[in-house]
């Protein structure tokens, strides 16, 4: 099952500029998480932000999470080529159970 | 920092024979595997939850008898794909809990990409 849609599902950007992607979910989490994926690769873990947090920063990330609608972003600054990648979200809605992947975005930045 | 591993990264087999991947996590102990399923240019399904020493949880529409899960250890479970066929090609990617990390301490492996001709 899915629990997490993400918008855009595909995002071109300039380098330097910043990337916002959006992940709406359906059900109460406990938590939600953000990974990134190379085409072909394994994933790399970006953050997370519980339920009772509204927003957390990581070097060039930003997270918010509203609860109340249900949604999160991700905020990429001063996109590098090398930020190109498939960014997923991922909920937990009990902890110590499974991750619940959204869609994810493709973002391309290009140099 | 927590490192699982796969085996083997790729594979490649005929149609109706079995692939059996390996999911290890070789510097902590995992009760906890999770395996996941992905289709080219989508997202990570999951399929199953392991438990170290007890049957797996299946989520619904994966078939059990299909896709066998052996959770034998504290570090390894195994996913057998039974009868492949050309439709179970995917990248197959296990998560393992630390048993002594918190409840959302989780780490991936690389995956293992399965071709079926």
């Known amino acids: 099952s899915q629990q997490g849609e993400e918008d855009p599902q595909a995002l071109s950007i300039q380098e330097g500029e910043n990337a916002t992607m959006n992940c709406s979910y359906k059900t109460s989490i406990n938590n939600l998480q953000w990974y990134r994926q190379n085409s072909g690769r394994g994933l790399v873990h970006l953050i997370l932000?519980?339920?009772?947090?509204r927003e957390k920063h990581s070097g060039r990330l930003r997270v918010t999470l509203d609860t109340s609608k249900k949604s999160s972003s991700l905020l990429i600054t001063a996109s590098r080529a090398a930020d190109t990648a498939s960014y997923f979200c991922a909920t937990v809605l009990q902890a110590g159970t499974a991750l619940i992947f959204g869609k994810g975005t493709t973002l391309s930045v290009s140099s | 920092g927590a490192v699982v591993s796969q085996h083997p990264s790729r594979v490649i087999c005929k149609s109706g024979t079995s692939v059996k991947i390996e999911c290890r996590s070789l510097?902590?102990?995992?009760?906890?595997m999770f395996w996941y399923r992905q289709f080219p240019k989508q997202s990570l399904m999951l399929m199953a939850t392991s438990n170290e020493g007890s049957k797996a949880t299946y989520e619904q529409g994966v078939e059990k008898d299909k896709f066998l899960i052996n959770h034998a250890s504290l570090t390894l479970s195994t996913l057998t794909v039974t009868s492949a066929h050309p439709e179970d090609s995917s990248f197959y990617i296990c998560s393992a809990k630390d048993r002594r990390g918190g409840p959302d301490t989780q780490y991936f492996g690389p995956g293992t990409r399965l071709t079926v001709l």
């Open positions: 932000i519980r339920s009772n947090e």
């Open positions: 510097d902590f102990q995992a009760t906890t």
